[in-house]
């Protein structure tokens, strides 16, 4: 069982920036981030192997970059120029390279508020 622990949520004003960061227990192959605002589906952001391919859902890239650093287990989320419909819950993910288990982490709450 590998475990996921975010850390970097905030309320922030539009415009700004945060980094989040999720530590895995373990190594995993894909590391990732999705999120989910209330009312709403959990849409992915992206994903990113340990190769440092990424994968972003629709409309996320350009203002998002996910990396990562595979020897300490860590991906991170740089989010610029944040806007308020960038408001929800970001949860960190895992699979391993078959696919054959999904790991999420527990949420860290992303506030975009004047």
């Known amino acids: 069982q590998v475990q996921l622990v975010e850390s970097g949520g905030a309320l922030v004003q539009p415009g700004e920036s945060l980094r989040l960061s999720c530590g895995a227990s373990e190594f995993i192959y894909y590391m990732g981030w999705y999120r989910q605002a209330p009312g709403k589906q959990r849409d992915l952001v992206a994903t990113?192997?340990?190769?440092?391919?990424?994968n972003y859902g629709d409309s996320m890239k350009g203002r998002f970059t996910i990396s990562r650093d595979t020897a300490a287990n860590t991906v991170y989320l740089q989010m610029n120029s944040l806007k308020p419909e960038d408001t929800a819950i970001y949860y960190c993910s895992a699979d391993p390279f078959d696919g054959s288990v999904h790991y999420w982490g527990q949420g860290t709450q992303v506030t975009v508020s004047s």
């Open positions: 990113i192997t340990p190769g440092g391919i990424t």
